[in-house]
């Protein structure tokens, strides 16, 4: 695993490269004040998915400006950038590393920019302080019963990431947010995406009804939607186990698979007969998904 920092016309970029250069790329982007650590990291150690994911791809974690590891605070000096900065950003860390067709993973925000630069570009796949701004965060990332309450601890996974927003530089996050908050609509543009698209949302996500409204826009051929069961947004670190099954179905359309020793694992928590193959059955030009509404039930 290597840092790169990549200058672009915007300013310049983290980029955390991990795994062999010579396989295939995939690009992920995290959602508001967070990095690859704390918005992938669930999703990556979980033993199935990390099988299928690093056998298959070298992964390109990018971070939006000031989110790495040990930023500093932007100068004021610097203009906030708009989302295009952002979304060409990805095109200049792509031409930087020699990548051609990579497939893409955001959260929340971080999807917005990566699905911007699909509709933009028409190259990609895509798959997006002080205590009241931090609790609203949480409450953006988080279910409530991950949040804990009155009778009820946080989880690790909210402690680990409330250490984290202590730690950023509340400066930079509201760049990204003041840039996301400029963000144009790019309903018309979904409307003529051809790229396969699967979305997995939480169902206590303060998202949840963006989600559907995005995946009513998307052209039915190409998208599917997962919907999982008692978690919140990012479903990466809340319940990463849930998204498996269906990433393997939909990376199968691609010819990529997990090694034959970690197949057929009790983790999963979707076995394929819960969903109809005919959803998932790979074509010769790739995936394409029927529209699909599945609950994925937590594991207790």
């Known amino acids: ?135 609203c965060l949480l409450y953006r990332y988080f279910s409530k019963e991950v949040r804990g309450g009155v009778d009820i601890p946080e989880s690790d996974i909210v402690e680990a990431c409330r250490r984290l927003l202590d730690e950023r530089q509340s400066t930079n996050v509201l760049r990204f947010l003041e840039a996301i908050e400029r963000r144009p609509d790019i309903t018309n543009g979904l409307k003529t995406l051809k790229r396969r698209t699967l979305i997995f949302v939480g169902d206590n996500s303060p998202f949840h009804s963006e989600s559907l409204h995005m995946i009513a826009k998307l052209d039915k051929k190409y998208s599917a939607l997962v919907e999982v069961q008692d978690c919140g947004s990012m479903v990466t670190e809340e319940q990463p186990q849930a998204m498996l099954t269906s990433l393997e179905y939909f990376l199968m359309g691609y010819g990529l698979y997990r090694p034959s020793y970690f197949s057929g694992s009790p983790r999963s928590p979707l076995s394929p007969t819960c969903i109809s193959p005919e959803l998932f059955s790979p074509e010769s030009m790739g995936l394409k998904l029927k529209p699909i509404k599945t609950r994925l039930s937590s594991q207790r």
Not at 54 to 78: K, M, R
């Open 1 to 135: 695993m290597a840092e790169h920092i990549v200058r672009t016309a915007s300013g310049s970029v983290s980029v955390i490269v991990y795994g062999d250069r010579d396989k295939p790329a995939l690009i992920t982007y995290p959602d508001l004040a967070l990095n690859h650590m704390s918005c992938f990291q669930g999703l990556f150690f979980c033993p199935d998915a990390a099988a299928l994911l690093l056998h298959n791809f070298c992964v390109y974690h990018i971070s939006p400006p000031g989110h790495e590891l040990g930023a500093a605070a932007i100068s004021d000096d610097h203009p906030v950038p708009s989302v295009d900065d952002l979304a060409d950003q990805i095109l200049e860390v792509l031409n930087k590393f020699r990548l051609g067709a990579v497939m893409c993973m955001g959260a929340m925000a971080g999807a917005y920019i990566l699905t911007l630069f699909a509709v933009m570009s028409n190259l990609l796949y895509y798959y997006g302080m002080c205590g009241l701004l931090k609790e």
